[in-house]
T-cell receptor
Framework: GEDVEQSLFLSVREGDSSVINCTYTDSSSTYLYWYKQEPGAGLQLLTYIFSNMDMKQDQRLTVLLNKKDKHLSLRIADTQTGDSAIYFCAVLLSGGYNKLIFGAGTRLAVHP | GAVVSQHPSRVICKSGTSVKIECRSLDFQATTMFWYRQFPKKSLMLMATSNEGSKATYEQGVEKDKFLINHASLTLSTLTVTSAHPEDSSFYIC?????????????FGPGTRLLVL
């Protein structure tokens, strides 16, 4: 089946940039997403990118997509303690299924 | 962004009882909603796709008679965990597909934590 993989943990210093990486197997995915989950809460849609784009920037967030390598990344500039959370990469399964396939999530820890 | 609510946020029940969880899209209509289950420190597992006015589509390995889904209106889907057992204890999250946005986006509810004693 389709697979989405992420590194499980990232630790950064406050003020530095964070880069969370994701790889996927479905080369026909049209939409790719980043969600944020804080403890005990649901998922917050942070941003998404359409497959015909290479980059999307939204304030402190930059998404890079390398379709050839099936690699997606999320860069958070000037990381703050409030950015500490789990970040999930998700891809929309192709073939009209409308299903999202999630990675295992990357736990971002921001320290002073 | 669009808002999805879930009720209750937390429920404790005795083994053998049934629990109903509601998922509502508050400011948009959702012909399709999804139900996920999340185990501690794990990713989300899609349980079923709920389509307004028709039967839900269950993922492989999910018992449709145990997890009853009803999507009676464009803003409400319910998940009923029937004859709950301790192994059903989990975090259940719904999402709703907002077609009105013109993009293929899913918005998630805050989740319902179920504890079966």
């Amino acid at each position: 089946g389709e697979d989405v993989e992420q590194s499980l943990f990232l630790s950064v210093r406050e003020g530095d940039s964070s880069v969370i990486n994701c790889t996927y197997t479905d080369s026909s995915s049209t939409y790719l997403y980043w969600y944020k989950q804080e403890p005990g809460a649901g998922l917050q849609l942070l941003t998404y990118i359409f497959s015909n784009m290479d980059m999307k920037q939204d304030q402190r967030l930059t998404v890079l997509l390398n379709k050839k390598d099936k690699h997606l990344s999320l860069r958070i500039a000037d990381t703050q303690t409030g950015d500490s959370a789990i970040y999930f990469c998700a891809v929309l399964l192709s073939g009209g299924y409308n299903k999202l396939i999630f990675g295992a999530g990357t736990r971002l820890a921001v320290h002073p | 962004g669009a808002v999805v609510s879930q009720h209750p946020s937390r429920v404790i029940c005795k083994s053998g009882t049934s629990v109903k969880i509601e998922c509502r899209s508050l400011d948009f209509q959702a012909t399709t909603m999804f139900w996920y289950r999340q185990f501690p420190k794990k990713s989300l597992m899609l349980m079923a796709t709920s389509n307004e006015g028709s039967k839900a589509t269950y993922e492989q390995g999910v018992e449709k008679d145990k997890f009853l889904i009803n999507h009676a209106s464009l803003t409400l889907s319910t998940l009923t965990v029937t004859s709950a057992h301790p192994e059903d204890s989990s975090f259940y999250i719904c999402s709703a597909r907002d077609l009105g946005s013109g993009q293929e986006t899913q918005y998630f509810g805050p989740g319902t934590r179920l504890l079966v004693l």
